[in-house]
């Protein structure tokens, strides 16, 4: 949206020049209230464009190397199940919240929405959600053949060495449960992996959330690849 306000800015330049070199008060006058009536229509149409578009706007869930430089967006909609990533996004580096006080606990999740909303029960329940680090892996893949350990988890567990115990958290389908079996294998012997998945019924954590809060699961799937 500021690149119409920088578009309008930089073509008026001229007209304003103009009519100020020639000491036009009178244009310009006139030229400043029709600046200032357009730009507020501007702001009214953008806002309302935004609201009107609410199911394809979408929050972003950012993930941070370890420097802090953000490398990863995931994107979620606001008022519907709009799935998507940021140009450019790197997965090795995926939304994750770290345990400053490095418990050696990591929980592993499918999506950013599975993670907060793993924390939020947490929270809810009583428990300190802030004790152990949690990971988004930003998706897995349904392959059924090979250890395969997703390159988020990978990247995590490089840049945080102290991690020796896994929690999964995926979701509660044929992908989910296949790639819990390979990140079990390919980590075997390494690390300590308990499978932890949404209660019998739910289909990930984030349906877990909403069957403990009381609320219908009925919003549209809108996926971008």
């Known amino acids: 949206f ?53 199911e394809i706007f979408a929050g972003i869930f950012v993930g941070y190397d370890k420097e802090g430089i953000a490398r990863y967006g995931a994107m979620r909609g606001t008022m519907s199940s709009f799935k998507g990533e940021v140009t450019g996004s790197d997965k090795h580096y995926s939304f994750s919240i770290t345990d400053p006080s490095e418990s050696g606990h990591l929980h592993l999740f499918e999506s950013a929405i599975d993670l907060l909303s793993y924390a939020s029960m947490e929270l809810l329940d009583g428990r300190n959600w802030k004790k152990d680090s949690m990971l988004s892996l930003a998706g897995v893949s349904g392959a059924k053949n090979g250890r395969v350990v997703p390159v988020a988890l990978k990247q995590y567990l490089e840049d945080h060495p102290r991690i020796h115990t896994l929690h999964l958290h995926l979701d509660n389908d044929e992908v989910g449960r296949a790639a819990a079996i390979r990140i079990w294998e390919g980590l075997e012997g390494k690390y300590t992996v308990f499978n932890e998945p949404a209660d019998e019924g739910c289909k990930d954590m984030n349906d877990q959330l909403k069957k403990q809060l009381g609320i219908n699961n009925n919003r549209r799937e809108v996926h971008e690849r």
């Open 2 to 54: 500021l690149a119409v306000f920088q578009g309008y800015s930089a073509g008026i330049i001229p007209v304003v020049g103009y009519h100020f070199g020639a000491r036009n008060r009178d244009e310009l006058t006139s030229l400043l209230k029709k600046r200032i009536v357009l730009l507020a229509v501007i702001n009214v149409l953008l806002f309302g464009i935004t609201e009107a578009c609410a």
